[in-house]
């Protein structure tokens, strides 16, 4: 599996990310990120936001696995309840990223 995270927006409009492929990471956390996705209920495809927040983070994460690529995004009021463990994971990751 194979993850893409980025994390723009916010007051500062700063740029985070991480590129995540689990056949680099040891066995154990692997297999966390593994549970972690899965418990999310992100590969269901959410999109959501509010549209009339400002300076709010928004997230992106691009899941590719053997079933296909799934894209979600979400802002910090949108935030699934389900996905807190995995954006927890993925921001602890996350290094500065140039804008595009």
Do not use: W
Not at 17 to 25: H, K, N, P, V, Y
Not at 57 to 76: H, L, N, P, S
């Amino acid at each position: 599996m194979k993850l893409r995270f980025r994390q723009s927006g916010g007051f500062a409009g700063l740029i985070r990310g991480c590129e995540i492929d689990t056949d680099s990471l040891p066995q154990e956390e692997a297999a966390s990120l593994h549970k972690l996705v899965n418990k999310s209920g992100i590969l269901k495809g959410v999109k959501q936001s509010n549209p009339e927040a400002r300076d709010l983070i928004g997230y992106e994460v691009i899941v590719e696995t053997t079933e296909g690529v799934f894209q979600v995004a979400f802002d910090d009021l949108s935030v699934p309840k389900d996905a807190a463990g995995l954006l927890e994971f993925l921001q602890g990751k996350a290094q500065p990223r140039a804008p595009k």
